[in-house]
């Protein structure tokens, strides 16, 4: 079945500094993918996402690309701010269906 | 328009028990999707309900079993507690006419700690 591999974390950078999570994916059509952010004590809330290849999503100073040659989709932002301080999932959709979801990674921002 | 509202936030039940929660879908969404989120781990499905109708299921045995009512709410219930039935359960909801580039909004979830 599909499946989704992040980088591990956790992830600790300084405030201002630049950001790259890591997502690839395995899946036998062609996916939509998704990035979702959980803050502490919350459910998910969806970032960005593309639904195919070459597609750029972008929210709040994230963007993540839709790489088909590479099936990864990295999730960036240039200027990261305590506020992002959050975990971070990667997750594929096919059809109507399930969200597969990867491990998450946990960002923490330092002042 | 209101967000996904899940039932209780959290829970302590016993090993053995039963124990039912509840998601009321954000409007004008038809389907609803279960999550369960291990500690540290990322969300794996349970099932999905489509106007009342189970349309896809994960690998969760079959003491997992939910419902969906006329008005799109949905319910969750775990029979005969495990220890490894602690997580948090996260209900999504979900217009369903957009096929895979649909957005899902997911309630707070429920935490329940079975001991």
Same mark, same amino acid.
Not at chain 2, 59 to 64: D, Q, V
Not at chain 2, 81 to 85: P, V
Not at chain 2, 95 to 101: F, V
């Given at each position: 079945g599909d499946s989704v591999t992040q980088m591990e974390g956790p992830v600790t950078l300084s405030e201002e500094a630049f950001l790259t999570i890591n997502c690839t994916y395995t899946a036998t059509g062609y996916p939509s993918l998704f990035w979702y952010v959980q803050y502490p004590g919350e459910g998910l809330q969806l970032l960005l996402k593309a639904t195919k290849a070459d597609d750029k999503g972008s929210n709040k100073g994230f963007e993540a690309t839709y790489r088909k040659e590479t099936t990864s989709f990295h999730l960036e932002k240039g200027s990261v701010q305590v506020s992002d301080s959050a975990v971070y999932f990667c997750a594929t959709r096919q059809g109507a269906q399930k969200l597969v979801f990867g491990q998450g990674t946990r960002l923490t921002i330092n002042p | 328009e209101t967000g996904v509202t899940q039932s209780p936030t959290h829970l302590i039940k016993t090993r053995g028990q039963q124990v039912t929660l509840r998601c009321s879908s954000q409007s004008g969404h038809n389907t609803v999707s279960w999550y369960q989120q291990a500690l540290g781990q990322g969300p794996q499905f349970i099932f999905q309900y489509y106007r009342e109708e189970e349309n896809g299921r994960g +690998? $969760? &045995? &079959?003491? $997992?079993s939910g419902l969906q009512f006329p008005n799109y709410s949905s319910e969750l219930n775990v029979n005969a *507690?495990? *220890? /490894? /039935?602690s997580a948090l359960y996260l209900c999504a909801s979900s &217009?369903?006419?957009?096929?895979? +580039?649909t957005e899902a909004f997911f309630g707070q979830g429920t935490r329940l700690t079975v001991v």
């Open positions: - | +690998n $969760f &045995p &079959p003491r $997992f *507690l495990e *220890l /490894d /039935d &217009p369903s006419w957009e096929g895979k +580039n």
